[in-house]
């Protein structure tokens, strides 16, 4: 029979969705790449996560993104979980795997990874993040995995800050310690890679974290989580110090573009994912 008419449905549920702009993202793909999918962005309620995957998969979606606030509420409605978001504990992809069942990914800390190996090498380096929310917590499981040998949390929040550190020291071969954010932070020496995961600069590109630039220095690659405006003052800081930096931008498009692949099989084109954010968020020039 023939599927002409038929496409394969993706898509993402959130509360609130309507400015997540990653359907614009996805959607540009498929259409670059010749797919017949779609991705619908989906408002959906905490009372209705349960209905919403039972509706998923009553009509053979193929994957379906998870934002907030369902990162952990919808793991109870999937058959399993892939390693690294069973550690994490949150999902924020899911995929429809060969034997029909609905396992749980998380691709915001691969992203951030996939972004910074393609500019060092990171098997026994040492890591700082900033921040120690969700974000945080898929970036520095991710760190461990690749081989990161020590993390530094710093954080605002002595609990949060705690818990991250545990879960890394219990779940991964990797080596955290909690530093309390009190005071103006030094970025230790032999820092190798400094992670932005707070929510400073959201929004406000002139927000400026709470660090002695005299201690960032050009050999630390630096990436910041802060996705629109791209160019937060973290990353004109680092760049003006001759850093390599990562952007918020780059980070989103390389968690779209493992969910792709995840989905389709197909490596996506990221230039075309970048530039369709770029556009629908304003920011092409
Ligand atoms: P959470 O709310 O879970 O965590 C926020 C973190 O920011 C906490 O550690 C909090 O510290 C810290 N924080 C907030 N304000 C300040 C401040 N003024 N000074 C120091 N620390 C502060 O959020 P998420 O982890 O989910 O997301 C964090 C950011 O990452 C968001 O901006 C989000 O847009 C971005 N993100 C980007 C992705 C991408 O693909 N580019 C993917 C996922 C997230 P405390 O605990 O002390 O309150």
């Known amino acids: 029979m023939s599927a002409q ?13 309507g400015e997540n702009p990653t359907v614009a993202m996805v959607e540009a793909a498929y259409r670059h790449h010749g797919l017949p999918w779609r991705y619908i962005n989906c408002d959906v309620a905490p009372a ?8 998923a998969r009553a009509m053979g979606w193929v994957g379906f993104n998870c934002s907030m606030p369902h990162k952990v509420a919808v793991i109870q409605h999937l058959d399993g979980l892939a390693p690294s978001a069973q550690i994490i504990g949150a999902v924020n992809t899911v995929v429809r ?59 605002r929040s002595a ?17 955290a310690h909690f530093r309390a954010w009190d005071a103006v932070l030094q970025i230790p020496p032999g ?36 996705p629109n405006p791209p160019r937060t003052h973290l990353v004109r800081t ?10 918020g931008l780059g980070i989103l498009v390389n968690q779209g573009a493992i969910a792709f692949r995840l989905w389709t099989g197909v490596e996506a084109n990221r230039g075309v994912m970048r530039w369709a954010l770029e556009r629908v968020l304003g920011l092409a020039g």
């Open 159 to 175: 609990t949060q800050g705690e818990s991250l550190v545990s879960l890394i020291n219990e779940r991964t071969s990797a080596q």
């Open 97 to 155: 795997n060969a034997a029909g069942k609905w396992i749980g990914e998380n691709t915001d800390g691969k992203g951030f990874v996939q972004a910074l190996r393609e500019v060092i090498d990171l098997p026994g380096k040492t890591a700082l993040i900033l921040g120690a929310g969700g974000a945080a917590r898929a970036v520095a499981v991710e760190l461990a995995l690749a081989g990161v040998t020590r993390i530094d949390v710093v954080n």
């Open 238 to 247: 680092a760049k003006a110090k001759g850093c390599i930096t990562i952007d």
């Open 5 to 17: 008419f038929l496409h394969q449905i993706t898509g993402s549920f959130s509360q609130p969705s």
């Open 191 to 226: 820092t190798g890679v400094l992670v932005n995961t707070t929510s400073v600069g959201l929004g406000a590109p002139d927000d400026e974290l709470s660090i002695d630039w005299g201690s960032l220095h050009a050999g630390i690659v630096v990436a910041d989580a802060i």
């Open 48 to 55: 209705d996560l349960a209905a919403a995957v039972s509706g």
